[in-house]
């Protein structure tokens, strides 16, 4: 009953990329929010679409082709699912994603 009603956390979202990329054999303790996907994690682009699939689902938002792109690094995606799931949607405009 406090700001968990539509506000998703940091840890949250990277809870949710932790377990995602271990089941894929990615070492925790490599997974840093300045981590890149293939570089430092060495994850191909099948797995960053199911990942972002997941995100998608677990958030309940819309992450864009363009915008996916752009999401680089682990830091990159939890920011990113953090604005447009708990808030400044109108100082982005890319998430379109009215219900």
């Not at 979202?13 to 996907?37: F, N």
Request: aromatic residues 4%.
């Amino acid at each position: 009953m406090a700001e968990q009603s539509t506000r998703v956390t940091d840890d949250e979202v990277m809870k949710v990329i932790l377990d995602h990329l271990v089941v894929r054999g990615v070492s925790a303790e490599r997974i840093v929010r300045g981590a890149t996907w293939k570089a430092d994690l060495g994850i191909d682009s099948l797995d960053i679409l199911t990942l972002t699939q997941e995100l998608e689902d677990t958030f309940h938002v819309k992450i864009g082709e363009e915008d996916a792109i752009d999401l680089r690094t682990v830091g990159d995606a939890v920011d990113y699912i953090v604005r447009v799931s708990g808030g400044g949607a109108q100082t982005e405009g890319e998430g379109a994603h009215d219900a």
